[in-house]
């Protein structure tokens, strides 16, 4: 997840150095829902491995 995350956050970059503002805000988006779930997975691995 942190992978895509990365990925959607670079297009995202690079979208809004060319000007395209609905693809950056679309990706940056993608980018945001991508890190919150790979950090709720990461927590909830995290918890799960230890008890």
Same mark, same amino acid.
């Given at each position: 997840m942190f992978k895509w *995350?990365?990925?959607f956050a670079v297009i995202a970059l690079? *979208?809004? =150095?060319?000007?395209?503002g609905g693809? *950056?805000?679309?990706?940056?988006? =993608?980018a945001?829902? =991508?890190l919150v779930i790979?950090?709720?997975l990461f927590i909830v691995?995290?918890?799960s491995r230890r008890t």
């Open positions: *995350a990365i990925i690079i *979208a809004s =150095f060319l000007g395209f693809v *950056a805000g679309l990706s940056e988006n =993608f945001y829902i =991508f790979a950090v709720i691995g995290f918890i």
